[in-house]
């Protein structure tokens, strides 16, 4: 049988409010189908405007099988392109990030401009069409500080999510601020098993005791249901509309991307161990009120975010390979916020590297029981894994979808 039979098969007789079969942790096959219908044709969370605010300045990323590049060409337009020259296909831009006047491959000394189009071509014959060489183009996007790339022959539309997005992050300001500190780390699990571990607090009393001395265990602020019947929430989303801080609770109609604004437990203004602000220069002018709690934003495959009045950190997922994983994490402040005066580094993202740490092990763990030849899906819980079922309702529907329209069947890899 081909994989992508196999695979149909599966999902249509996937259990509902069950976990996925074990194939869909652990098997190569099964990756690569998850590469070239979801990571290869939905747009992907990249990085942020703040991070190249110059022309010139660029940084590099790895999707999958393509090297890419993010710079900010001279009229200030953000750029996506495939980081492979034209010439040969050597990595033209191979720092992690940096700046340059021009983007020139390092092995034959093929020049580009920072749009991509060729410039010179070192004693290649008369005749030669620069133009025909330019870097491919990669589709990108953005929003609210944020930047997404698309690898898709033809991206699907991003309207829809910069619709919702805009509102809820203009008063943040994010293209405004600066990156205090970046941290990557490998979790050696599917890509899938650091989502539904992040789209649950099921977990969290017994694995986070630096987190849950701000954030609320409750399903209704991590799920998808019952916000809008709970009245401390509800209380919160009118305190914050009423400063002008887009807050209820908003799901785009593919279930792909959602936000809201939720309140932090005892008071807490952000995610510090006495809960108390970690920045004392707010994130933006527009975000002064106190107590506007986190603004959750998700987008899969790649990103769930906590913006807070005074810092916000981003997370940002990129497959390494079927039972490996790539997670970094960003925390952004106000760009004239000076470290050591205006916060203590340690205090702003000792919380958070504590808790990816945590779920690294948590990812880890669960993956070790999945390659289990014993593991059978089982049973999540209505009440407190909302949030994963939904997820995994998203991937399965998104996977069907595409499957079925008649991709060329793969047969398994010896």
Not at 34 to 43: P, S
Request: aromatic letters at 10%.
């Amino acid at each position: 049988m081909d994989i992508q039979s196999e695979m149909l098969r599966k999902l249509k007789t996937r259990r509902e409010g069950y976990s996925l079969d074990r194939d869909f942790y652990i098997d190569p096959d099964y990756y690569r189908q998850d590469l070239e219908n979801i990571w290869y044709k939905d747009w992907l969370f990249i990085g942020h405007d703040c991070e190249i605010p110059r022309a010139g300045n660029y940084f590099t990323v790895q999707v999958g099988d393509y090297p890419i590049v993010i710079v900010r060409d001279r009229q200030g337009t953000i750029r996506a392109l495939h980081n492979s020259c034209r010439h040969r296909g050597s990595r033209v831009c191979t720092q992690h990030k940096g700046s340059s006047a021009k983007l020139v491959c390092p092995y034959h000394q093929w020049t580009y401009e920072l749009d991509g189009k060729l410039l010179f071509a070192r004693q290649m014959p008369d005749g030669f069409d620069l133009a025909a060489h330019s870097l491919k183009p990669v589709h990108c996007e953005t929003v609210g500080g944020y930047i997404f790339i698309s690898l898709a022959d033809e991206p699907m539309n991003f309207q829809p999510f910069r619709d919702v997005a805009s509102g809820y992050l203009a008063p943040h300001r994010i293209g405004e601020t600066k990156v205090a500190f970046e941290s990557t780390i490998i979790e050696k699990g599917n890509w899938k098993l650091v989502w539904e571990n992040n789209r649950e607090c099921y977990h969290c009393a017994a694995n986070h005791p630096e987190l849950c001395r701000t954030y609320p265990e409750a399903p209704t602020v991590t799920g998808v249901h019952g916000a809008m019947n709970d009245p401390e929430i509800n209380a919160h989303w009118q305190k914050c509309e009423a400063a002008g801080l887009p807050s209820a609770f908003k799901i785009g109609s593919a279930g792909q991307f959602r936000m809201t604004r939720m309140p932090l437990i005892n008071g807490a203004e952000s995610y510090t161990m006495s809960g108390q602000r970690a920045v004392e220069k707010p994130l933006s002018s527009d975000a002064r009120t106190g107590g506007i709690g986190t603004l959750l934003l998700f987008h899969y495959p790649t990103t769930w975010n906590h913006i807070l009045g005074d810092h916000a950190i981003t997370f940002r997922v990129l497959p390494l390979g079927p039972e490996t994983t790539q997670v970094t994490t960003k925390w952004l402040v106000n760009k004239e916020a000076v470290e050591g005066v205006d916060y203590k580094l340690d205090d702003l993202i000792h919380v958070w590297t504590e808790t990816n740490d945590q779920d690294r092990q948590i990812v880890e763990e669960n993956a070790f029981g999945i390659r289990s030849p014993a593991y059978q899906p089982g049973p999540y819980s209505v009440e407190h894994e909302g949030g994963v079922m939904q997820f995994v309702e998203w991937y399965s529907r998104y996977m069907l979808e595409r499957l079925e329209r008649g991709a060329t069947p793969l047969s398994r890899v010896a």
